[in-house]
Nanobody, 121 residues
Framework: QVQLVESGGGLVQAGGSLRLSCAAS????????MGWFRQAPGKEREFVAA????????YYADSVKGRFTISRDSAKNTGYLQMNSLKPEDTAVYYC??????????????WGQGTQVTVSS
């Protein structure tokens, strides 16, 4: 069993940066890939980024490539999403998830409660 808690969301102006954290409990977190997803009001949950269990592989949605960086610290059982050059269209609730290395949220086993990111223009 893995429990995930996100933090680091907030209100930022366009062009600014935020770093989201995903603190995991449960000894098996290191054996899962980690993904970040987001959901804006009235829209479906969409893939943002994923990192393999080892940290050796990462994958990004085209919309965030070059602006966002996903990482994980196994010693701290924590994952991160560094978001730079934020745009108003990045506004959403951001969720971290643990599961297989995939872009489809339906395959992930564990989810955090989400953290709101709001980018003002």
């Amino acid at each position: 069993q893995v429990q995930l808690v996100e933090s680091g969301g907030g209100l930022v102006q366009a062009g600014g940066s935020l770093r989201l954290s995903c603190a995991a409990s449960g000894r098996t977190f290191s054996s899962y890939a980690m993904g970040w997803f987001r959901q804006a009001p009235g829209k479906e949950r969409e893939f943002v980024a994923a990192i393999s269990w080892s940290g050796g592989y990462t994958y990004y949605a085209d919309s965030v490539k070059g602006r966002f960086t996903i990482s994980r610290d196994s010693a701290k059982n924590t994952g991160y999403l560094q978001m730079n050059s934020l745009k108003p269209e990045d506004t959403a609730v951001y969720y971290c998830a643990a599961g297989p290395f995939d872009v489809d949220h339906r395959f992930y086993d564990y989810w955090g409660q989400g953290t709101q990111v709001t980018v003002s223009s």
